[in-house]
């Protein structure tokens, strides 16, 4: 169960492990961190006693956690999910996450430090659009795979690209030897209309805000240079304590780069995957007639 933030995954996946006496496994890469809560939209308590859900909460931001990690600790978890009820659920939307556990990913090469090092006084010298620009000369089609206003994600699959003298497509491209041979894996979305998926984004983005996310961002302030905190909703919101921007302004620009985020994944999940996308009104009357 992949696709867009805000398109509702968490709650048809529930409804569909329920009708599938089965788990869920978290696929997104900040729902795994045990400090960050509102700003990452993790499943409410209620939804948690419904399913038992694994990989949410289980590392502290301190902690080093990729993709790769993340796929070996839960392996056996889904392989004896497969074997006991005949099925599991992967929810979240970080599609590179999906294809760890999956397909798995190319062993990622050690990077040359003098490269890494010239690279980060690039970006001190000239900024991120310079290295932005860099990467789509070695990669035209990063921007499907890689946040462009996030410096270290530019800055490392720069490193990737020059390393390994390959495309980001082809660094993470599939492996012909998938962890679970013999199973069938079906790649589900909820489609919405643009304009109403954003409509929704604007709306959690609000909703986040009168739930306590000021007073979240806040608490970890000492935190902030911390890799695990550079993302959407928590960065802009570090800039307006800095005194740098308005709150009115860190709120605008966290919906406009949710929004940006999400068009990101649509593109990962319909270029990578062989993605279904159901639409939203659709759901109730797929989730009727599911069999595996």
């Given at each position: 169960m992949g696709g867009p933030t805000a398109s509702g995954k968490t709650a048809v996946a529930i409804e569909l492990a329920l009708k599938l006496n089965t788990e869920i496994i978290n696929v997104d890469s900040r729902q795994v961190y045990k400090?960050?809560?509102?700003g990452v939209a993790k499943p409410s308590e209620e939804e948690l006693l419904k399913v038992t859900h694994h990989g949410v909460s289980s590392v502290g931001i301190h902690e080093h956690y990729n993709?790769?990690?993340?796929?070996?600790?839960?392996?056996?978890?889904?392989?004896?999910?497969?074997?006991?009820?005949?099925?599991?659920?992967?929810?979240?939307?970080?599609?590179?996450?999906?294809?760890?556990?999956?397909?798995?990913?190319?062993?990622?090469?050690?990077?040359?430090?003098?490269?890494?090092?010239?690279i980060l006084d690039e970006f001190v010298a000239h900024g991120l659009d310079r290295l932005v620009q860099v990467l789509h000369q070695?990669?035209?089609?990063?921007?499907?795979?890689?946040?462009?206003?996030?410096?270290?994600?530019?800055?490392?699959?720069?490193?990737?690209?020059?390393?390994?003298q390959k495309t980001?497509?082809?660094?993470?491209?599939?492996?012909?030897?998938?962890?679970?041979?013999?199973?069938?894996v079906i790649y589900l979305g909820i489609e919405y209309e643009r304009e109403k998926l954003y409509q929704r984004i604007n709306q959690r983005v609000d909703k986040m805000i009168a739930d306590g996310l000021m007073a979240e961002v806040e608490s970890l302030l000492p935190h902030q240079s911390l890799k695990s905190l550079q993302t959407v909703g928590y960065s802009e919101l570090f800039k307006h304590?800095?005194?740098?921007?308005?709150?009115?302004?860190?709120?605008?620009?966290?919906?406009?780069?949710?929004?940006?985020?999400?068009?990101?994944?649509?593109?990962?999940f319909t270029n990578r995957f062989p993605t279904r996308w159901i639409a939203a009104t659709e759901w109730p009357k797929y989730l009727r007639n599911f069999e595996l």
């Open positions: 400090e960050l809560h509102i993709a790769g990690m993340h796929a070996e600790h839960f392996e056996s978890t889904i392989q004896n999910l497969l074997s006991a009820n005949g099925s599991a659920i992967l929810c979240g939307g970080t599609g590179l996450y999906i294809e760890a556990i999956i397909n798995g990913l190319d062993d990622m090469p050690e990077i040359d430090p003098d490269l890494r090092s010239e070695l990669d035209p089609n990063a921007g499907t795979l890689v946040a462009l206003d996030n410096p270290q994600r530019v800055m490392r699959a720069i490193e990737l690209c020059i390393q390994t980001l497509s082809e660094i993470y491209s599939q492996k012909p030897n998938p962890r679970f041979p013999g199973a069938h304590f800095a005194g740098e921007v308005s709150k009115t302004e860190a709120i605008d620009s966290i919906k406009q780069h949710t929004r940006n985020y999400a068009k990101r994944q649509i593109t990962y």
